[in-house]
């Protein structure tokens, strides 16, 4: 099991979004470089994490990406659903009701749905934003 590369920066982009004081925008050419990514493919990320309303896009010279909901109801599965969508992982080759592999599997992704549902990005945010201000000091 393995998320994609774009799950990746997309959890990436949304924690240094997240550390933007007073929730200021940031172009996709900074978000790209950051990451070392073209601005081309990072944009279809982004669209991704808007039509989620994760984020939100203001146009124009001075425009960017900004997160566009409070800091604190963010978690890890809400950017990894809008990236992945919300499929399951498994899916029973043999089709005959109650199978036992499935309910196995099913039950293991809930679990760790919740797992990554309880866990917010502002609080990765914040962890980083502290070893950064350790880094300095």
């Not at 959890?11 to 950051?34: D, F, N, R, Y």
């Amino acid at each position: 099991m393995r998320y994609s590369n774009a799950t990746n920066y997309a959890l990436h982009t949304m924690v240094h979004l997240m550390l933007q004081p007073g929730g200021s925008s940031v172009g996709v050419k900074e978000l790209a470089e950051m990451q070392h990514l073209s601005p081309t493919y990072l944009s279809k990320i982004l669209t991704k994490l808007t039509k989620a309303s994760l984020i939100e896009s203001t146009p124009g010279a001075k425009g960017g990406y900004k997160i566009s909901r409070t800091k604190h109801e963010i978690s890890f599965l809400d950017v990894i659903n809008a990236i992945e969508g919300d499929t399951s992982l498994f899916d029973c080759s043999i089709h005959h009701e109650g199978c036992l592999i499935e309910n196995v599997m099913r039950q293991s992704e809930e679990n760790m749905k919740c797992e990554l549902e309880s866990k917010l990005l502002i609080d990765i945010a914040k962890e980083a934003e502290s070893k950064q201000k350790e880094k300095k000091s």
